[in-house]
């Protein structure tokens, strides 16, 4: 958590053991002033490597009806803050995959 977010965040973290909020992944919130808070979860052997991901909770962004909420992928303390504002929504997810699966093709090469 440290490496992604920076030990700043860590008086605000807390793990919320036993949660089933993220299908059996361990699941965290970091607390802000008065109600705020922003969900994650944490992504175990996300590339088949034991390499570990986060994914913030967010609101359904798909259109004005949806009451849900989906996971979005978080890499860095800039992903926390857009995710509380409510910008990380609106990301092409799908895009921004397949520019992280050509970068790793890249790397390897």
Known sequence: MRRYFGPEILPMWRWRDGSQLAD???VAEIRLQRADRIVLAQRNDVDG???VAFEVLVGCAADDECEGAAWAPVYNVIDLLRALTGELMNDDF????DLEG???DAVRA
């Open 102 to 104: 050509q970068y790793a």
């Open 94 to 97: 799908e895009g921004r995959a």
């Open 49 to 51: 490597a034991g390499d």
């Open 24 to 26: 059996g992944d361990r």
